[in-house]
């Protein structure tokens, strides 16, 4: 495809995309996606999501307000904003999540721009229900250099435009306003920006909160989950705001101590692929562990149900794959086992992204030897065949669950190896007998499989290896085809 002039700005542009480039072009408009004329306001800052207050210092804030930062403490923001008080103008501050503002004028503050990303991920937030046809994003490709893209929603595919030139907050401003007027060469007229449902995740419940808190601040409400190590609770701390309460069984006060080191390790873990611990309570008992809040549930319970009509795109399949070995690597990068990958400790945002759960406890509430009762309790079918060996547990071991995970994500969630029982499991393994994945997988996916589950834990791939086979699997198309802001 030749290179062809927009009619708007002399801007060349060409598409990058899995599907076809129809140009329509509708009169309205895109909404509040941009600010106009940021050079004036580079000492300002805006609210990008709501905040309520946790505690009595913090401060109120709506998604949209104008404020200043008067000083930074590591995750918190002290900030004041003017409010009319009815005549007369009132001066308020407090504190806020420092990841909730942004200053205005920079691309942080754009309801647009969502970061460094792959193109899976843009794709599963493009073709979510609550956006249209000409929905759109700006964001940095992971996978080529953090070069900038321009994607789009066109009916129920997504077409991605490579941003060639030097990209900044006024001339990408200008860029979005322009194809919001009309289409261009694009494959449609830009409408509103992509959704964005979750907000930053904040390491710590508040900014001056001690570590152990009192069980009495917590409220409990639903029963969201129950396992091996215990019941799982939606909550509120202090009133004021929503928590998962994990309350442990089988950790009594010969373990306390065992249980706190760990705890604090687990503290020290940021991730945007693993679930935050932001509390614990060891007074007494039940011991619990305090996290952020999951609403969506666990990845198994989403597949599941999807298994009948098996209608998820193998895309967002693999790209769930994808998210999970992230966070794995990183594991992986601090010599952290996890002992227990399988999707039911994989929760879901609202945006369906992946968060790791269980992750240190799995290694502390778990003895070195496994007592073999092949109940359904022990996940005997995600192990690896070192542990029945009784030999140690690594990173390695955690590789062979991933293979096992991968079996469930594309069978929506189907019980692992359903032809054989647990004893008989277990038997093969101990024998080494080839396993293999179902005989309808994917063939690209089915040799990563393989690799997993090498009986030889040496030779199996690390996470980083097998976060790059994945991508692998669903490259983005290769196009020299750009688009400029010159």
Known sequence: MGTALCKRHCAFCQHHSDGSNERTSTPQQAGSSFYVNPSALQNRHVTLYNYKPRI??????????????????????????????????????????????????????ARWFFGSMIHVDVKRCLLRAENQNGSFLVWQNKEMNDI????????????????KDKANFQNLSRLINNYSNEAGYLCTRLTEPCVKLDRPSISTLARVVEWEIQYSSLQKGDLIGQGQFGEVWKGIWNCTTEVAIKELKGVDSKLKKEFLEEAEIMKQLHHERLIKLLAVCTDSEPFCIVTELMTKGNLHKYLKSHSEIRNLDISLLNGFAIQIAEGMVYLEERCCVHRDLRTENVLLTEMLCCKISDFGLARLLKSDRYSIS??????????????????SYTTKSDVWSFGVLLTEIITYGGVPFPDKKSHEFVKDLMEEVTISPPADFPDDLRDIVLQCWNHSSEKRPTFEELQTMLMNCNPMLKTVEFLSLT
């Open 56 to 109: 009595s210092k913090d401060l109120m804030v709506k998604e949209g307000e104008e404020i200043e930062i008067l000083s930074r403490e590591g995750e918190w923001a002290l900030v004041q904003k003017v409010e009319d008080g009815g005549g007369e103008n009132q001066v308020k501050e407090g504190y806020v999540p420092s990841s909730f503002v942004a200053e205005i004028g920079s691309l942080a503050a």
């Open 148 to 163: 900038y893209f321009l994607s789009v929603r066109y009916g129920d595919i997504v077409k991605h435009y490579e941003i």
């Open 374 to 391: 092949y109940d359904a309790k022990v996940p005997i079918k995600w192990m690896a065949p070192e542990i029945f060996h009784d030999q």
